[in-house]
């Protein structure tokens, strides 16, 4: 069992720390008392493997915040569960602009100013903060880098892209959640060869007439580097997340033979590709 706290100050980034912890599969509390901690870390454990790893979010809205985590802590580490801590923080400056664009009051203001609420937390976090496993200063940090430097922090690398190669057939519609669409209809269409129409592009017979046409091999050269170039400027940006759609007209030769090439060029350490054939067997 993981066992993982996530604070820090109030507007620093928690929540987006938060989803992304959930993205790379851990189940996250948010605002649990810290007395029910040891509660739920012993409730995961019997699971029998379906929790493995259990991220708590707290921050000064929980009662006995200070003296009650730190006694969680070493209640928990005591019991084997050594609890990686992960505090947020950012400059006066950057926490100010966020809360005026969100109007909203620092949960420590009270009937003062904002800068006296962020003082009183930050005197509160502070012992907190020195114990922390990863302090990360979101104060510069746009939401994709936040997330890119949890995952740095929780995984040891940046989580690789995963893109879905989608044949598909220009008769029945574009694919609605496709990023890049290439139309393979400037090749010949196996259709029209008797031996091969009621054969699939997942055929060989099918896949090496398709890959032999004038103008194939050299497209796939080109898009492979080009798909190259854009994964790793979606990568940079956060996005985790391609859709390639690769279209003919009806979905059972061009586009399925070009994209069962595709993904067998694009596979790689850095790229987790998939196929499906969307429009296969429709006709």
Not at 80 to 99: S, T
Request: aromatic share 6%.
């Amino acid at each position: 069992m993981q066992v993982a706290i996530v604070s820090g100050l109030s507007g620093a980034g928690r929540s987006t720390a938060a989803k992304c912890l959930e993205d790379l599969g851990w189940f996250v509390v948010d605002n649990l008392p810290p007395e029910l901690i040891a509660t739920m870390v012993e409730l995961g454990s019997r699971a029998q493997g379906e929790v493995t790893r259990i991220a708590v979010v707290l921050d000064v809205r929980s009662r006995a915040f200070t003296h009650d985590l730190a006694e969680v802590i070493r209640d928990l580490d005591n019991r084997g569960y050594r609890p990686r801590v992960l505090f947020l923080e950012a400059g006066d400056a950057a926490l100010i602009r966020r809360y005026e664009a969100n109007r909203r009051a620092h949960p420590l203001q009270g009937d003062g100013r904002l800068v006296d609420g962020l003082a009183a937390e930050r005197a509160l976090l502070g012992p907190l903060r020195d114990e922390a496993d990863l302090v990360i200063d979101t104060s510069d940090l746009s939401v994709h880098q936040l997330r890119a430097e949890v995952e740095r922090g929780f995984t040891g690398t940046g989580r690789r892209p995963t893109m879905t190669i989608v044949s598909f057939g220009y008769k029945y519609g574009l694919p609605l959640d496709s990023d890049l669409v290439i139309d393979m209809r400037f090749l010949p269409n196996p259709h029209w060869i008797p031996e091969l129409r009621d054969h699939t592009g997942q055929e060989r017979a099918v896949s090496d007439y398709v890959l032999s046409q004038e103008g194939a091999a050299e497209f796939l050269d080109r898009y492979v580097q080009l798909v190259d170039l854009v994964s790793a400027g979606y990568r940079r940006e956060g996005k985790r997340y391609l859709t390639l759609a690769v279209g003919c007209t009806g979905g059972k030769h061009r586009s399925v033979a070009v994209a069962e090439e595709m993904a067998r060029r694009l596979s790689s350490d850095a790229l987790t590709v998939s196929v499906v054939h969307r429009d296969l067997g429709r006709e």
